[in-house]
């Protein structure tokens, strides 16, 4: 069970690397917690769903051609492979029991920090972090079994996030400005 998130997300990075023009790797998905949502609401055969937030790490290479779009990643410090890592923000929406998931995920790349699935999909009420009846609308992904899956990607919003590895020259910090108004 605990594998199941890993296996989950690295399948998933797979799909979205594939379509990318830079490659990243899962080495690591740690879940901070799991909760039960809706007050436990049975969607039909699925049954009640969970929420599990956590982090997943990745690692990057710089030499890699395709990851030389990335400003200024040759700046970033390596690790002890020559790789840069960083983190980002992991929601995933599932049965709470994997046997009456269907198999099926719907993953999405937050944007803003934001979980537009089940607005999109079931007319739930917004929210970012749906945990009551309301924000599961109708439940029409749910009474399937699918497995709702968002990470963040955008450092500077609340909500769901990424950590980026922060670049460096003579071994501090570059602070420059990059736009002024």
Sequence with gaps: ????????????????????????????????????????????AAGPYEKLAGTVF?????????????ADIDLAPPNSRGRVEFSADLFILTPQDPAQASGSVLFEISNRGGKGLLTTFNRGTASADPMQPEHFGDGLLMRNGFTLVWVGWEFDVAGLGIKPPIAVKNGSPIVETIAAL
């Design 1 to 44: 069970m605990q594998h199941l998130p890993f296996r989950l997300l690295s399948s998933l990075i797979l799909v979205a690397g594939l379509a990318s023009p830079s490659w990243a790797d899962v080495t690591r998905v740690a879940i901070g917690s799991r909760t039960v949502v809706a007050n436990g609401q049975w969607f039909g």
């Design 58 to 70: 990745f690692e990057i290479d710089p030499s890699d051609p395709h990851n030389k779009a990335i």
